[in-house]
């Protein structure tokens, strides 16, 4: 059945245009005129993403399959999980948000829920403190920020 990973494939190519104009919409930063600005790993990915799909509509595999019930439900939570990233990553902050959504991914995947949270917390304290000291780029502290203006 072709079918289903050129569908895939289609499905893909569209998240793909979509996110890669999603990251042409970011502001410029302060200064301008910076060769990588915050939208360059976001567009990466999203040509990544579609050259990916292209490849699926072109040369599917003969003998895929649509996944079972089960996996198709979890393939939607975590799609859930990362919209609820988005809209939450602003007024929780970085390291919270990070924490919820790779503990819950984590969870899901079949980690006890401990173990997936404190996961999800080391993640979100590592990857914050790379991007704001390693890279100097600022992620949003959310409920934490009054830590910061002490």
């Not at 890669?20 to 410029?28: L, M, N």
């Not at 990466?44 to 990916?52: C, E, G, K, Q």
């Not at 439900?73 to 959504?101: D, K, S």
């Amino acid at each position: 059945m072709k079918c289903n990973d050129r569908v895939f494939g289609l499905l893909m190519l569209v998240l793909a245009v979509a996110y890669g104009w999603g990251a042409t919409q970011f502001p410029e930063p302060f200064g301008g005129g910076e060769a990588i600005g915050p939208e360059t790993f976001p567009f990466l990915l999203a040509v990544v993403l579609a050259l990916s799909s292209l490849y699926l509509i072109v040369k599917p595999d003969p003998g895929s399959k649509w996944p079972p019930m089960r996996t198709g439900l979890e393939l939607l939570i975590a799609v859930v999980v990362l919209i609820a990233y988005v809209l939450l990553l602003q007024p929780l902050g970085f390291i919270i948000t990070t924490t919820l959504a790779v503990g819950t991914l984590c969870w899901r995947m079949g980690a006890a829920p401990i173990r997936a949270y404190v996961t999800g917390l080391i993640a979100g304290i590592v990857v914050y403190f790379l991007f704001t000291i390693g890279l100097d780029l600022s992620l949003p502290l959310g409920v934490l920020s009054v830590l910061e203006g002490s």
